[in-house]
C-alpha cells in the first residue's frame, strides 16, 4: 500500500475507535509534530520523540495505535540510551511522505471542524532549506566518521532462491490459506440485501455502526471494564508489539500469521451517503464489486433520476474503481462511502419513500468465522494446559 493509503487506512480507523473530542486531541498533536519536522531540517529534537514523554502518553491512553501515524511517513522505533524512542533519520527522511501525511491529517482536521488556529498553515518544505540542510549534516558525518578500510559496505538482502523458482513451503501456505479464505466468502453466496433509506436529518450518525446487534452479544453483554483495566490492557498490547516488531520476519511470515488469526466475514455492510446526508444502506458479499453497490444504490432511486453518479471514501477523497471487489479495497465488515453526482444533482425528490424506514431499527451486524481452525484449537489448548504458575514453583 502507498503512504496515501496507509494514511487513509490509519485515518478511518481512529475515527472508528474513538470519540470526535479525543480524535481532535490526537490529530492537533500530530499535525505540531509534522510541521516542526518541514519547517526545522536537519534539527533533531523534532525528530526525536520521547515515547515517556506525558503527552505522547496520554495520546496512547486515548488510543493505543495513536502513534503509528508517524512510522507511517518515515519514523522508526528505537532504543536510545535504554529508552524507547521514536526516530526520524533525517538522511533517510522522504519530504513526499511526510507531505503526504500532513495532506491527510489536515483533511481529517476539516472533517472533524478542528478551528483553523490549530492547523499548521505548512503544506510542502521549503526544497533549498532542505538539501542545505542535508548535504551539512552529510558533510558532518563524513568528517566524524571517516572512512573504515575494515569495514565492508557490501550488502546482499536478496533472498535465497527456491529450486526450479517454486514456492516455498510458506508460501505455499499462505496461498492456501488465501485460497480458502475467498472460498468461504463465494459458498457463502450473495445476502439478503435488507435494502433501506435513512432520511437526512434523522440524527443517526452513519459512521456510527454501534446501533447494530452483535450475533456475539446477543446472549450476554460484556461487563464493562474500568478506567485502569483498559490502561493495563492498551500497555500490554503495545508491549507484545513492540516484541512483535523487534523479531525478524519475512513478508512470508508476517502474511502467514496475520492469515492465521484472520476472522472471515461472508457478509459486509455498506453505506452510501448521498450530498443531502441521506443514507443508502444494505448488505453485500465480500467479493462483491463496487459496481455491484452502484446497482443497489441506482435501485433506490426513483425512475426518473438518470443522472450519472460515483462513488469515493475520504479523507482523502479517493474515487472507488467499479472492478475492484469490497473484500480487495478492505470495505469489511462495514464501511461508509459517499455519492458524488457527475453532472449536478437532480431537481426535487429523488429517492424512493417505501424504502425510507425507522432509522432506529435495530439490524444484526455481520458475524464472522476464524479462517484457521487449527490455530484456534491449538490456542485453545495451551490455554487449558496452562497450570496458573511458573514452572520453578515446586509444590
Not at 32 to 50: D, S
Not at 55 to 80: D, N, P, R
Not at 160 to 172: A, H, I
Not at 363 to 388: H, I, M, Q, V, Y
Request: proline letters at 6%; one cysteine or more; glycine letters at 4%.
Amino acid at each position: 500500500m502507498s503512504t496515501s493509503e496507509l494514511c487513509s487506512e490509519y485515518c478511518e480507523k481512529l475515527r472508528v475507535a474513538v470519540y470526535d473530542e479525543d480524535a481532535r486531541t490526537i490529530v492537533k498533536t500530530l499535525l505540531k509534530v509534522l510541521a516542526n519536522v518541514m519547517k526545522n531540517p536537519g534539527v533533531e529534537k523534532y525528530r526525536v520523540i520521547r515515547k515517556r514523554n506525558k503527552v505522547f502518553q496520554s495520546l496512547e491512553s486515548l488510543y493505543v495505535q495513536a502513534l503509528e501515524y508517524l512510522t507511517i511517513v518515515g519514523f522508526k522505533e528505537k532504543q536510545v540510551e535504554k529508552e524507547p524512542k521514536f526516530v526520524l533519520n533525517f538522511q533517510e527522511e522522504d519530504p513526499q511522505a511526510i507531505e503526504t501525511g500532513m495532506k491527510v491529517l489536515k483533511a481529517l482536521a476539516a472533517d472533524l471542524d478542528i478551528a483553523s488556529a490549530d492547523i499548521p498553515s505548512i503544506n510542502i518544505y521549503n526544497k533549498k532549506d532542505f538539501e542545505a540542510a542535508r548535504i551539512g549534516a552529510r558533510k558532518q558525518a563524513d568528517a566524524v566518521n571517516g572512512f573504515n578500510f575494515y569495514q565492508s559496505n557490501v550488502q546482499n538482502i536478496s533472498g535465497v532462491p527456491t529450486q526450479n523458482g517454486s514456492n516455498s513451503r510458506m508460501e505455499d501456505q499462505v496461498e492456501t490459506l488465501k485460497a480458502k479464505q475467498r472460498k468461504m466468502m463465494e459458498d457463502a453466496g450473495i445476502p439478503d440485501r435488507m435494502l433501506r433509506i435513512i432520511p437526512s436529518g434523522s440524527g443517526i450518525n452513519p459512521r456510527n455502526f454501534k446501533d447494530f446487534v452483535h450475533p456475539e452479544e446477543s446472549q450476554s453483554l460484556p461487563v464493562p471494564k474500568s478506567d485502569g483495566a483498559i490502561v493495563l490492557q492498551a500497555n500490554k498490547m503495545r508491549r507484545k508489539e513492540q516484541k512483535k516488531n523487534a523479531e525478524f520476519r519475512t513478508k512470508a511470515m508476517r502474511e502467514l500469521e496475520k492469515l492465521r488469526n484472520a476472522r472471515v466475514f461472508t457478509k459486509v455492510i455498506i453505506r452510501v451517503q448521498l450530498p443531502d446526508k441521506s443514507v443508502v444502506e444494505a448488505q453485500f458479499s465480500p467479493v462483491e464489486r463496487i459496481d455491484d453497490v452502484a446497482s443497489i444504490v441506482r435501485e433506490s432511486l426513483l425512475d426518473s433520476v438518470d443522472e450519472q453518479f460515483y462513488l469515493y471514501t475520504t479523507p482523502p477523497r479517493k474515487v472507488l474503481p467499479l472492478d475492484k471487489t469490497l473484500d480487495e479495497l478492505g470495505l469489511k465488515p462495514a464501511a461508509l462511502l459517499y455519492l458524488g453526482w457527475k453532472s449536478g444533482a437532480p431537481s426535487g425528490s429523488f429517492l424512493r419513500e417505501d424504502l425510507m424506514v425507522d432509522p432506529n431499527e435495530s439490524r444484526e451486524f455481520p458475524s464472522s468465522k476464524p479462517l484457521d481452525e487449527t490455530n484456534k484449537s491449538e490456542g485453545a489448548k495451551k490455554k487449558a494446559t496452562s497450570s496458573g504458575k511458573p514452572k520453578w514453583l515446586k509444590i
